[in-house]
């Protein structure tokens, strides 16, 4: 039996976007970790396209993972916004405090 090859990645987001019904429901609202940079970002792009109201919660920290600055969630958003897209940052993290 010959093994699949794995898709490459313009067909896995082809194979994504015919799945219609699951898109709608994630269209609704996304909450995207790292969504100021990469990847995280892409994806909010895309939803943000498909209709999602986007929160980009990306806490800003260097590549060692140090520090913490809002703005590049808050430029992200704009970005977003600009595009047509409902969205804001959030920079909250694993040590936020719910009451």
Do not use: H, W
């Given at each position: ?43 909010a ?15 800003g920290?260097?590549m ?7 703005g ?5 958003a ?14 909250e ?7």
């Amino acid at each position: 039996m010959a093994s699949e090859r794995p898709m490459d990645r313009d067909a896995r987001i082809d194979a994504l976007l015919d799945k219609q019904d699951i898109l709608e429901c994630l269209a609704r609202f996304a909450v995207i970790t790292g969504g100021a940079r990469g990847l995280g970002f892409a994806y909010a792009q895309l939803l943000g396209s498909l209709g999602a109201k986007i929160v980009g919660n990306d806490n800003g920290s260097a590549m060692s993972g140090t520090g913490s600055d809002l703005g590049p969630a808050e430029a992200a958003a704009q970005a977003l916004r600009a595009a047509g897209c409902e969205a804001v940052a959030c920079s909250e993290g694993e040590e936020m405090k719910t009451e």
